[in-house]
């Protein structure tokens, strides 16, 4: 059989050839994605982050075609969880099902910075509120004012000082002069079995929760910091606008939207794949109505929107926390 016989140039030739060609190579056999994606939520099961992060996993799973497995890593105020996905591999295989992150960076507790994680894209907004017991003696938001002002120290569960529906609580016990004591817990869930329990007098919840245990006959839903029918609650129940007025809530309130990070260095392609995912979820007529039974708004953005709107809402978040004694 005959030889066939290269030349030094033609050798090189070839071996240029392949290194040009093994680059669409690999991209064309390490497609995203091939195997199961982790999504985290940093707080402890039970509560609407832990509910609403298994039903989104849910629908990716559906969407992407591979198995997505929910877990949830709570403590540190959050930091914990944000701080597992901010160290993972980014190749959009570690997930991160979160509001803001932006809370910890300010206090200086974080051990990632702002810039170590990208918002995929913004899911959905959050309604949350001011709840007692049932026994409570409270009727209305007003006679737990007063009562408050004119007793200092009533102790109020809320689900961690990383968060932003306690920042939202912490914000409205200073403007409204409550004078509470905050007690934090690893989550709503632990908030709310200390409600239920009495071991606090009041608890911030989010409006999921509120509304389910409210229906139950276990706790009394005093105040909605957002307007309470467009999160399925009673149109009756006082709201931060219907209170204090529209120009406190601008100065002294912030809305709660829910993100989904990656690690910053995730190829584009791999968040362009995410993204286009998130969207169809949130536009998803069957989502949708999960969400509202959740009294949750699927309400779907753009990781490039969200960046663009992010140092408002930084400075925003800072002014809150300078306002509760946070931060200096």
């Known amino acids: 059989m005959r030889r066939m016989r290269f030349s ?5 030739t070839v071996i240029s050839v392949i290194f040009i060609l093994l680059p669409c190579a690999l991209s064309a056999v390490e497609k995203y994605p091939t195997r199961p994606i982790e999504i985290v939520t940093p707080f402890a099961p039970g ?7 298994r039903l989104f996993s849910r629908f990716l799973e559906k969407e992407l075609g591979v198995p997505v497995i929910h877990t949830n890593k709570p ?8 701080s597992y996905v901010a160290n993972a591999k980014p190749d959009g295989y570690t997930i991160l099902n979160m509001a803001d992150i932006i809370v910890p960076i300010l206090m200086g507790t974080a051990t990632y910075k702002l810039e170590d994680l990208y918002p995929i894209a913004q899911k959905s907004i959050v309604g949350s509120t001011i709840c007692v017991s049932k026994d409570a003696p409270w009727k209305s938001f007003q006679e737990f004012v007063e009562y408050a002002r004119s007793h200092p120290g009533v102790k109020w569960g809320n689900n961690g000082w990383g968060s932003i529906i306690t920042l939202r609580a912490q914000s409205l016990n200073k403007f409204a002069k409550l ?7 690893d989550g709503e869930a632990g908030a709310l079995m200390a409600l239920l329990g009495n071991h606090v007098q009041v608890a911030t919840l989010s409006a999921t929760t509120a509304k389910t245990q409210s229906e139950a006959g276990k706790v009394r839903v005093l105040f909605s910091f957002d307007a309470p029918a467009g999160f399925g609650l009673d149109a009756r129940i006082p709201d931060f606008v219907s209170v204090f007025g529209k120009e406190a809530k601008d100065m002294y309130d912030i809305t709660i939207p829910t993100y989904i990070w990656v690690p910053s260095k995730t190829p584009v392609e791999v968040i ?11 536009k998803s007529p069957e989502f949708v109505t999960e969400e509202r039974k959740l009294c949750i708004n699927a309400t779907f953005e753009p990781g490039k929107k969200v960046l663009e709107g992010m140092p408002r809402r930084v400075s925003i978040i800072r002014t809150l926390m300078r306002e509760v004694g946070a931060i200096k």
Not at 276 to 281: D, F, L, M, P, V
């Open 8 to 12: 030094f140039k033609e050798f090189m």
């Open 47 to 53: 509560g609407l982050s832990d509910i609403e992060g």
């Open 75 to 82: 403590g540190g105020a959050t930091v914990i969880g944000v």
């Open 179 to 185: 004078n509470l004591v905050g007690v934090p817990f």
């Open 272 to 282: 362009r794949i995410l993204e286009r995912a998130t969207e169809n979820i949130c």
